[in-house]
């Protein structure tokens, strides 16, 4: 009999809050300063100093506890965590322990074929390590450098059970949870610049429901090395298993370049650390009040923005998922909409025309280009309000489905309003059917062999007519209107 393997999967993910300050100090939290620029003696841990929390990173920290299901604590305790690293000023990080923000919260993740709840053990505020730069030079030089530009960063940590049992649960549990973060406001989740950091507890057992040894992984920089790394530390855990080797419970890297974990450290274990409350900084206490005046102040979040739109703009699943992805996105959607919606009433066009048609040139065009340019849709050259009017020009017949792509096209170069552009390179669409029927009668004469097809019954032979009228036009012509009246010169 084959044996079976039941992965499972833990995630500690770290989140540089989106605070003006540190947070237990008046520094800027920024990133990029020159080494060393943003720091202060509390910062840097010298002697008699005294910390003091930042309200605004407690409030963010709220923020994402009540929207990710949590038990929130009514009192939450600081506590130093001691050990020693080149890196950590104080050598303490001040972090929480035994009473964290919030207990027992949980995010809802879409698998194929069903919804998947994933429990969420505890979040908690913390204050980030600075950063150690490695120089390897000859074999005479080698050091490390220290900036403190990032000690004392408020991070919020959130720490799963260990639900997950697969990379590719892992990696949608993690895009998920950085929508929300998002949507909230709360951090930018950028992973180059270390706003979002992510590692993992891998255990592999032989029966279902029992957890088996556990392995850290750390130095994963992005969503895809995440997903290979719990790839790989699952296939070498089978491995070891079916060799009949013991598992170690250890912290390991993952190699980018090697595409592998490799071993830096034997696993500690809480006591190894000594916890004991920290005595610089009071208790906290949450009252109701401020708790309901948080969840009363949050947006709507991706999973219901995603239903609504399906709902209420009558969208395909897919394309709601598009638009809900990043809520720059879904705002440039909605106010697309609301600049077309006058139009539907004014020349008769069904709102889900408008909707779909929106939807359409967003998805395609608009994303299309960003991607192509990297550039954010924040820092996008075209408004809502100027494509609503180039989609209004095709609804109205002022341009072509083709020659508002061209229009399109010079709008992202250069900002430029779309009526401003049509005007300036004569692209309105040609619908006066007298001036269309001399161009007709020309293509006529000059293709005898098309005119004869489509008599003898080749309807195909009237697409290569029309297209025709198109090239002496340039693409002015409107189609409808061509292929009215070469039915009817052709009759």
Known sequence: MEMKFYPAIGLEVHVHLKTKTKLFCSCANEFGAPPNTNICPICTGQPGVLPTINKKAVEL??????????????????????????????????????????????????????????????????????????AIGSQELHY?????????IPLLEIVTAPDITSPEEAYLFLQELKKILQYLEVS???????????????????????????????????????????????????????????????????????????????????????????????????????????????????????????????LSHY??????????????????????????????????KIYETASNWITTELLGYLNKAGVEIKDCKITPKMLAELVSFIFDGTISGKIAKT?????????????????????????????????????IRENAKAVEEYKSGKEKALGALVGAVMKKTMGRANPQVVNKLLKEQLK
């Open 188 to 314: 930018d989740c950028d992973m180059e610049k270390g706003n979002l950091r992510c590692d993992a507890n891998v255990s592999v057992s032989t029966k279902e429901g029992i957890l088996g040894v556990k392995t850290e992984v750390k130095n994963m920089n992005s969503f895809k090395a995440i997903k290979e790394a719990l790839s790989y530390e699952i296939n070498r855990q089978v491995e070891l298993i079916k060799s009949g080797e013991k598992i170690i419970q250890e912290t390991r890297l993952w190699n980018d370049k090697t595409s592998s974990t490799s071993s830096m450290r034997t696993k500690e274990y809480a006591h190894d650390y000594r916890y004991f409350p920290e005595p610089d900084l009071p208790p906290m206490e949450f009252t109701n009040e401020w708790i309901e005046e948080i969840r009363n102040t949050l947006p709507e979040l991706p999973q219901a923005k995603l239903k609504r739109f399906e709902e209420t703009y009558k």
């Open 319 to 352: 394309d709601a998922t598009v638009l809900t992805e990043d809520k720059n996105i879904a705002n440039f959607y909605e106010d697309t909409v609301k600049e077309l919606s006058p139009l539907a009433e004014k020349i008769n066009i069904p709102k889900e």
């Open 407 to 443: 229009v399109f096209s010079e709008m992202c170069g250069t900002g430029e309003p779309p009526r401003n552009i049509i005007t300036k390179k004569g692209l309105i669409q040609i619908t006066d059917e007298n001036a269309l029927l001399k161009i007709i009668e020309e293509v």
């Open 144 to 152: 490390s450098l220290v900036d403190f530009n990032r000690a004392g």
């Open 61 to 134: 920290a709220l923020r994402t506890a009540v929207a990710l299901n949590f038990k929130i604590s009514h009192y939450s305790v600081f506590a130093r965590k001691n050990y020693f690293y080149p890196d950590l000023p104080k050598n303490y990080q001040i972090s929480q322990y035994e009473l964290p923000l919030g207990r027992d919260g949980y995010l809802e993740v879409s698998l194929k074929e069903s919804v998947k709840k994933i429990r969420i053990q505890r979040i908690h505020l913390e204050e980030d390590a600075g950063k150690l730069l490695h």
